[in-house]
């Protein structure tokens, strides 16, 4: 093969090309913007993408009342946990002196 031959040149133009669309291939497939021919974007639409958002939201707001509402428990049965045991003392030291 010549180095400054034609068939050396079309070869790197091919591969200049296959390359070209390979990576423009990947960043379609993995949601990128693609750039088009005057140098703009072309961004992926998703046409359910506004109900998806509405749905993600009210499962997002359902959750935080879920953690909210056991936050509170965790806190109630961390403060029985406590009285509990600083009862017990209590109780154990009064019998103690009853003896």
Do not use: C
């Not at 200049?16 to 423009?24: E, L, P, V």
């Not at 005057?38 to 961004?43: K, N, P, Q, R």
């Amino acid at each position: 093969m010549s180095w400054g031959g034609p068939a050396f040149v079309i070869a790197i133009v091919g591969l200049s090309i296959a390359g070209w669309m390979f990576t423009t291939w990947v960043r379609a497939r993995h949601g990128y913007p693609i750039e088009n021919e005057w140098g703009g974007t072309v961004h992926r639409t998703d046409p359910h993408a506004d109900r998806k958002i509405a749905l993600l939201t009210d499962d997002n707001a359902k959750l935080s009342a879920q953690i909210t509402r056991l936050e509170e428990r965790v806190s109630v049965l961390e403060r029985i946990a406590t009285d509990a045991n600083g009862r017990a003392a209590q109780l154990a030291e009064q019998i103690d002196r009853l003896r």
